[in-house]
């Protein structure tokens, strides 16, 4: 008899619940999944990147600095965030971006030079150049003749502090003195661009 029980509870544990075509369904446990340690990572770095819209002078350099100081483990979030974020988030995204340096951050820069926000497109052009990548030099330029006052002269600390050069610019002449300069600035950069990127033959 006890034999039998025996046998009885074995069949009844292999039992698998099947639909009326005999394909097993899976049953659930009624425990919910626990998120991954990375899945939990990326949930604070996505809350600390959703608060940096409301946020304002040293609690916004704060958030930045974390968001550094975690480097790849916080690129994918931002990968995540920078198409949908308001712009002046990308543009801090951007920036901080230049500081955690690497590959994956380059591309994350490189695909923000064609941003709709003119701020996000400086700061990718800007953070570029940090990085050592004078592929966007031009971008710069251009921005030397911004309606933005304060872009241009940005800009312009940009390209003199890595390039060394000057050319006369000021950013607060009038747009005829700016023409002449970024004139200057172009017709250089058309000569030295393939050394600069490529180096020297």
């Avoid at 609690?59 to 979030?77: D, F, N, S, V, Y």
């Avoid at 490189?110 to 497109?121: A, F, G, H, Q, T």
């Avoid at 400086?122 to 933005?148: H, K, Q, R």
Wanted: hydrophobic letters at 40%; glycine letters at 8%.
């Amino acid at each position: 008899m006890r034999k039998i029980a025996v046998v009885s509870l074995l069949l009844l544990s292999g039992c698998v619940t099947t639909d009326r075509h005999g394909n097993p369904i899976a049953e659930e446990t009624g425990r919910p999944e626990r998120p991954s340690r990375l899945g939990r990572a990326h949930a604070q770095v996505e809350a600390r990147i959703d608060k940096m819209k409301y946020q304002h002078g040293k609690a916004l350099l704060r958030t930045m600095q974390e968001l550094i100081g975690l480097k790849e483990l916080a690129l994918e979030p931002i990968a995540k965030a920078l198409p949908t974020a308001d712009s002046r988030t990308r543009a801090n995204l951007v920036y901080l971006l230049g500081f955690m340096g690497g590959n994956a951050a380059h591309q994350l820069i490189v695909s923000r030079l064609k941003d709709d926000s003119e701020v996000v497109r400086y700061e990718a052009a800007a953070a570029l150049i940090t990085l050592g990548d004078l592929s966007a030099v031009p971008v710069l330029i251009t921005f030397m003749d911004s309606g933005n006052r304060r872009l241009r002269f940005k800009s312009h600390q940009v390209l003199r502090s890595n390039t060394r050069q000057d050319f006369g610019y000021d950013f607060n002449a009038a747009s005829e003195g700016r023409s002449r300069a970024i004139a200057r600035w172009r017709t250089w950069w058309g000569d030295q661009r393939g050394e600069l990127i490529y180096g020297k033959g």
